[in-house]
């Protein structure tokens, strides 16, 4: 617990958790978790709480859309320390590969937690109004979330490790277009060239794009322990049927996600430490 990776964890974490910016993440996520576990039948005509099932099928896109944006920026205004602090950091007698990575753990840690509140303010809501049916794919996407927030930490890593996004709102803005790119811009992309091509090879690049991407990666296995496939969308459900079946496809997704949240990290090391700061 005393090694410097872990120290540096432990700051970091004490500093994002009395962030502004973390605190109100925390606020904002719990109201809205709790506002789509209420309102849930309100298109139906219905009242009432909805059950961990529906509740996970509507907060998945919550969830997509938040927790990647949050995780950039948050990461990039911890990250890009200012040049004076950055200097001074660096110039400690620990290795700069402690340092980020202790900066990264103490991060994920403090949006996970973050994230908790959110979860588990609604998770206690529907427990006692609506039972415990359904709660392990809510706890699945509560691992969906986590990984999310591991990946995009990774990236922003990245955007500041490099002497060209040094500066502050220089990273931001490569990590807004990052989060615009993955969330929203991937899909429409990846459906526009779909139509053009063959039906077997729009298939098979759909396939790819739901592991290239890892949102999408996380979103289908998300709604696949929601719903099963009657919520997938056409990359989605290429892809099952591809796999052949559920544990064939948890296994293609979860690797996808490992390998989005080593790879970003390991650039990131490599960048700071070849970075002359």
Do not use: H
Request: net charge positive; hydrophobic share 60%; aromatic share 8%.
């Amino acid at each position: 617990m005393n090694s410097p990776l872990m120290l540096c964890a432990r700051q970091e974490l004490l500093l994002a958790l009395r962030s502004r910016w973390t605190q109100i993440f925390a606020l904002v996520f719990a109201v809205l978790a709790l506002a789509v576990a209420a309102s849930g039948y309100v298109l139906s005509g219905g009242s009432g709480v909805q059950d961990f099932s529906r509740t996970t099928a509507s907060l998945v896109q919550l969830v997509m859309l938040l927790v990647p944006l949050t995780s950039l920026v948050i990461g990039v205004l911890s990250l890009a320390p200012d040049r004076g602090a950055a200097e001074l950091l660096f110039s400690q007698p620990i290795k700069r590969r402690s340092i980020l990575l202790g900066k990264l753990l103490g991060l994920f840690e403090a949006l996970v937690a973050a994230q908790a509140v959110g979860f588990g303010a609604a998770g206690v809501v529907i427990f006692s109004r609506s039972g415990g049916d359904g709660l392990g794919s809510f706890l699945l996407l509560v691992l969906g979330s986590a990984s999310l927030t591991a990946v995009f930490l990774g990236i922003a890593a990245v955007v500041t490790a490099g002497g060209a996004t040094r500066r502050r709102p220089r990273a931001l803005a490569v990590a807004l277009v990052v989060w615009f790119v993955a969330v929203l811009l991937f899909d429409v992309a990846a459906l526009g060239v779909a139509s053009l091509l063959p039906s077997g090879t729009a298939s098979r690049f759909l396939i790819v794009s739901v592991l290239a991407n890892p949102v999408d990666a996380v979103r289908t296995g998300a709604l696949l322990g929601a719903e099963g496939t009657a919520a997938f969308g056409a990359a989605s459900l290429a892809f099952f049927r591809f796999t052949g079946g559920s544990s064939r496809a948890v296994m293609m997704i979860t690797a996808s996600v490992l390998v989005w949240i080593v790879v970003p990290t390991v650039l990131a090391v490599r960048r700071l430490t070849r970075t002359d700061l």
